[in-house]
Every structure is written in structure tokens, then in C-alpha cells.
């Protein structure tokens, strides 16, 4: 599933990862180490929404 | 040069050499009718000076003349960058040639990224580590990252010796002024040149504000005063009070109060009668309120009312089966700045179709309010349709004094 970030609109796709931020593709976001930071705007996590592909 | 300005001395290392905007009244939307100040500090290190920011591009002369009257700029050695945003970045292309030769950069990772898009500068910019001690220039540093405070690449800086963080956009105010300390000004005006910076600048951002306040608190940094970067700094009593007001308005429960706040626009006079009897209604239950015609409220004013207040009367007669623009446009703006009314009441009226209350009430629920019966009547109210604007209003008030604390 696609997670949306509520601060900054960025769209984490499990199928592109995020490479940059160490993340290979195919990670789903539940798997995605609880450091990780939004590739775009830098907050946590916890400010991700799930969507509808 | 002239040496028209001078810097201003704020501790033991540490100076003054902003610049102060008397005739700034818009910035970037946001009305600033007191003007505003671009901060920028200077710290005294051993052999040289550590510059934190810099100004706005069209203010070099004054900042240049503040900083000659503590040291020649070829002793700044090092230039700290807490925000990329141009209003304190948009001098240093200019005078970068002015410091050191060898005068280093140092930014936040987005802030590197941030500042050579922006400028392209033809030196590196050294990325920070967040939250480790930094020695510069002998002095130490310890730099915060607040991603989204407000913008992805905004950091803070804490100088230890003289225990002043400089907070840059956090903690700051649109205020031009000849004091420099909280202390020295009004207090009151500070005050709501402070809650219209919230407002209107950091609101969206709350919930990472109220993490970061306590992440900061486990720090226990021992601080004397707070630097911002626009209007007044913060010492003694003043810093626990800035403190202690942002934990508040990071908190959408805790800055909540009874208070109603009714806007609309109007085309006859049907809507403004309307908005009228739903604020004698609220008055009627005893609760606070606050009227607000969008013409003649600036953006920047409606969303400093919508900060505390707990619920939101909206209204818009129906023109061309769409709203006002007028009061599109403020809800574009308080609905990008994520304001959360815990309650809400369309009301409006219109000539054939009745279609501005629904798409109120569709704008009320995406703000997460919680939405009472709407109120909307053909052309011109009947005292029925004003009565029951009053009973609205009142329902408002007796929602709002069930549900917020005092």
C-alpha cells in the first residue's frame, strides 16, 4: 500500500522505495525502520497516511 | 561605507547585527502591519566570529554596518545558516566575498541542498550532525534539526558558553522594533505579534512542534535567552513564557477555547444580517465572540482568530452555484494552514440555487469540525430565518461550553 505523507504530499511507493534513504524497493512501509525520515521534507514516520493505489 | 547602524551587544560573545523593516506589510501574503526584523547574530570565537544567518538581499548596507561595528567582516570565519528561506540567506551570495576568504558554510543537510538551489554557490556547504556538540572557533555548538519548523530544512542553534539558542523562524515575530528583548516592549503586542506568527506561519506544523518541544525538553539545555530570527528575543521570564505558549497552541485540545468565531461575506446584506443574529445567538449562551466580514479582515487576521477559537460559523451567499470568492479565498488559506474547529455552522443565502451551505458544510467536515444543522434562506431573511440563526448561534455556544473547558 502507498502511504502519503499529511506535512508535504510526498507518496512513499513500495515498489520505488527510497533508495536515497536506504530503502530497497519492494519494502513495504510497515518494514521501513522507524528512523526513517520522508525523502522530501524530513519528518518522521508517524506523519504517514495510507491510500488507495 | 557610513557606519550608519550599530549592532546591538545580547551577552558575553554574542551581538546583534540584524536589520529592522519598517515598511514590510506583506509577506508573502502574510499582512505584517507592524513590520518585521531579519535577525542575525554574531559570536565572538577565537580568532574569528561565527556569523548565525544573515538578511534579506536589498538590506546588505545595514547589516554590513552593524557588523563593522564589532569586527572587520574578513574575521567572520564562519557562517552558520539555520534557514535557507531567502529573507535569511538572500544577502549572503552578495556579501560571502566580504567574510574570510576561506569562510566556511554550515547548514542542515536540506539546508546544503536548500541553499545551492536557491544561490549555487562556488564553495561547499559542511553539513551538520543533529544534536552532537560542535567546536567551532573554539566555541562550542550544539545544532537541532526541526525538519518542518517550518520548513524541511530549518535547525537551531545552541551556543553553550553564553547559553542563548538560536531558534531561527521558531519562537519568532513579524515585528519591527528599536528593543531588541521582550522585556523592553509592550508585552501585550508581543504577545500578538507572536500568536499571529503561529498562526499564520507554524500552525500546519503543530504536531511535530509538540514532539519536538518535548524531545527539547529532554534535552534540558540550560538557556538564558532565545534568538530568533524576526521581531523580539527572549530572556528571564520571557523564554518560559514563549515556552509555555507554543506547548499550548502546538495542542489542538489546549489551545481550543469558548470562544466562536463567525466569517462571511455577503452580497445584499442577506448574509451579514444572517451572521449578525448567529453572533447575538452565541452572545445569548454567554460565550465569546468574534465577527470576521472577509473583506474587511485580512487573511493573516482570520487565521490569527482561528488559532483558539472552538468553533467556526461560516457563511457565503451563493453566487454563480459556488461561494464567494472572497470567502474561497480564506478558506484556501485557513484550510492549508490546518486549523481544526472542533464544531462548525454554514449559513448563507441565495438568490436560485442552494448550493453555498453544502459546499460550507463539505469545507467545515474536511477541516474535521464537527458540523450543527446549516441555516440558509432564499434572497432576503424573514425574522423566521433570523430567529433561527439565533437559536444556530446559541446551539454553537452551548456545544462549545459542553465540550471545551474553560
Redesign the interface.
Known sequence: MKYLCT??AYVYDPSEGDPDGGIEPGTAFEDIPDDW??P?????KD?FEPIED | MKKLFSAEKMSTHCHWVGVIDWRLRNFHGYLTGRGSTYNAYLVKGEGGYVLIDTVKAGFEDEFMSRIETVCDPREIRVVVSNHAEMDHTGALPQLLNRFSPDCRILASR?GAKAIQAHFSLDREIEVIKSGQTAEILGKEFVFL?T??IHW?DSMLTYFVEDKILFSNDAFGMHLASVERWYDEFDSALAYEEALRYYANIIT??S??VA?FLDKFDSLALDIDAIAPDHGLCWRGEGVEFILGHYKRWASVEKRRSRKVAVVFDTMWESTELMARHIAQGVRSEGVACVVLPVQESHRTQIATELLETGAVALGSPTLNAGLLPTVADALCYVQGLKFTPKFGLAFGSYGWGEVSVKLLNESLGAMGAECLPSVSCQYVPTDAVLLQCREAGARLAAKIKEEIAL
Do not use: R, T
Request: glycine residues 10%.
Open positions: 506535512v508535504c525520515l520522508c522530501v521534507c524530513g519528518v518522521g506523519m | 536540506n534539526e525538519p518542518m524541511p500546519p506544523y504536531q511535530i514532539k
